[in-house]
Every structure is written in structure tokens, then in C-alpha cells.
T-cell receptor
Framework: EADIYQTPRYLVIGTGKKITLECSQT?????MYWYQQDPGMELHLIHY???????EKGDLSSESTVSRIRTEHFPLTLESARPSHTSQYLC??????????FGQGTRLTVV | GNSVTQMEGPVTLSEEAFLTINCTYT??????LFWYVQYPGEGLQLLLK?????DKGSNKGFEATYRKETTSFHLEKGSVQVSDSAVYFC???????????FGSGTRLQVQP
């Protein structure tokens, strides 16, 4: 059973607000990822990390930022939320070079 | 560039019907291949995987074989159930940056 947690599960927030989506894993995995899932279901890699103090941008340009100060924690921050940020955000972690384990996702709605 | 192409949905089947969801990939080298499943309102769960050519991954009655010559990893199940209704994603692990590249997903609806 994978132990990766995302909070909150659902978030409705006004335009211009700063938000942080939390992601934590207890498996000691080095690799962590953030994917954005659009309403058409497609998954787009927006950020990933090889380990502490490592962050990389993914395939889809995103106005969000991430940090990796501890192995188990990989939060995603939007400084100023806009309606175009409305989406589902999925966090995942992976032992090096192996399958990825996903959290349950955060469904973000910006009004 | 690297990509995954999978069968468009929705796929609608009656219970106990045979299922095939096609998946082909374009990638450098011989990456590990995966099928993930997403139930409504949930994250993705690993369904099965194969790490080298001719490997067959299997789980819960689902199977897929890593075909290097056709760069394919088609998902099959002999007899689907209503509980199999979900979205299925084919993916491979990019050997360079070690991140999953996904197909666009196929929605399966199984009717009683």
C-alpha cells in the first residue's frame, strides 16, 4: 500500500489568492512529481524532483512553483490563482527508476 | 519526441465481454511500460507493468505484453465486470529524466 498524501482534496478559492497544495510521502522515495490533469483526462508533468534541493520543470509550462526541503515533502504553490489554474493536481513519488505511486489528488477551482 | 498513443474512448461493453485497449509508444531505448487505472474522484493506481521485451504483466484478470517489435503494450481482459468501469492510462518511464509519460486515457464503461 502506497503512503502518499495530498491535502486538501478539494479547494475553491478566489482569483488572486496565494495557495499551497501539500504532498507528503512516507516511503523515503527520492523522486517526486506533480501532474496536472485537465478535464479531458490528459496528464501533464509540470514539476519533478530528484531529491532534496532538486526541482525541475516538466513538459507543461506552469505558473506554479515547488520546493523540496525535505525528502518526504513536495509542496506546490500558486502565488496568484487564476481561473485558468482550475484543474486536478496529482502528486506522485517513485523509488529510483521504478513505478510511481500517486496521491488521491487535489481538485482546485478558482472563481 | 517521446509519446504514448492509446485508443480513444469511451469504450462501452456489456458485462463478461472481452476487452482490448490498444497502446503504442515512441521512446528512446527500452523503457519500462505501465498501465494505470483511475476510478472516479481518485488518483491513479498501478494496474500492471512490464520491464523488458516479451514480459507479460498481469493483475486482477488484466494482461499486457511488452512487444518491442511493434512498440506496443495492449491491455486485455477476458471478461469485464461493472466494477472495471474506470479510466485506463498507458505509460512509460522516460529513461532520461525518470518520469512517467502518459497516454491520453481511455474511459471504459461496463454495463450490466
Amino acid at each position: 500500500e502506497a503512503d502518499i498524501y495530498q491535502t486538501p482534496r478539494y479547494l475553491v478559492i478566489g482569483t488572486g489568492k496565494k495557495i499551497t497544495l501539500e504532498c507528503s510521502q512516507t516511503m523515503g522515495h527520492d523522486k517526486m512529481y506533480w501532474y496536472q490533469q485537465d478535464p479531458g483526462m490528459e496528464l501533464h508533468l509540470i514539476h519533478y524532483s530528484y531529491g532534496v534541493n532538486s526541482t525541475e520543470k516538466g513538459d507543461l509550462s506552469s505558473e506554479s512553483t515547488v520546493s523540496r526541503i525535505r525528502t518526504e515533502h513536495f509542496p506546490l504553490t500558486l502565488e496568484s490563482a487564476r481561473p485558468s489554474h482550475t484543474s486536478q493536481y496529482l502528486c506522485a513519488s517513485s523509488p529510483w527508476g521504478d513505478e510511481a505511486f500517486f496521491g488521491q489528488g487535489t481538485r482546485l477551482t478558482v472563481v | 519526441g517521446n509519446s504514448v498513443t492509446q485508443m480513444e474512448g469511451p469504450v462501452t461493453l456489456s458485462e463478461e465481454a472481452f476487452l482490448t485497449i490498444n497502446c503504442t509508444y515512441t521512446a528512446t531505448g527500452y523503457p519500462s511500460l505501465f498501465w494505470y487505472v483511475q476510478y472516479p474522484g481518485e488518483g491513479l493506481q498501478l494496474l500492471l507493468k512490464a520491464t523488458k521485451a516479451d514480459d507479460k504483466g498481469s493483475n486482477k484478470g488484466f494482461e499486457a505484453t511488452y512487444r518491442k517489435e511493434t512498440t506496443s503494450f495492449h491491455l486485455e481482459k477476458g471478461s469485464v465486470q461493472v466494477s472495471d468501469s474506470a479510466v485506463y492510462f498507458c505509460a512509460f518511464m522516460d529513461t532520461g529524466r525518470r518520469a512517467l509519460t502518459f497516454g491520453s486515457g481511455t474511459r471504459l464503461q461496463v454495463q450490466p
